[in-house]
């Protein structure tokens, strides 16, 4: 069993920056290189929406529009952590941020592809 579990959240003022990482345990020294991982976010009121993802080890990645350019994802297969690293926040990156384990490898934006999920940090930004 994979468990997933989310640190760095908190609270920091617009234009700050944070980086969130996504620690993964259990049975995983043979597959976690395998797994696409995914960030998603979900603000009070709204829908879980995608935030990025990379795939398996080759390290593509792909986000969503709102954050392109000012959010990278990473990941350190060593260590079985990917990483979100947020710049240029503003109060509309508020939110619940997830991250997520596609077994399958790619890291898509659609939700349902994914197997495993943490249990969320919270991120304010202030204005």
């Known amino acids: 069993q994979v468990q997933l579990v989310e640190s760095g959240g908190g609270l920091v003022q617009a234009g700050g920056s944070l980086r969130l990482s996504c620690a993964a345990s259990g049975r995983i020294s043979n597959t976690y290189s395998t797994y696409g991982m995914g960030w998603f976010r979900q603000a009070q009121g709204k829908e879980r929406e995608f935030v990025g993802g990379i795939s398996r080890s080759d390290g593509n990645t792909n986000y969503a529009n709102s954050v392109k350019g000012r959010f990278t994802i990473s990941r350190d297969n060593a260590k079985y952590t990917v990483y979100l690293q947020m710049n240029s926040l503003t109060p509309e990156d508020t939110a619940v941020y997830y991250c997520?384990?596609?077994?399958?490898?790619?890291?898509?934006?659609?939700?349902?592809?994914?197997?495993?999920w943490g249990q969320g940090t919270q991120v304010t930004v202030s204005s």
């Open positions: 997520a384990a596609d077994f399958g490898g790619s890291a898509p934006s659609n939700r349902n592809a994914y197997e495993r």
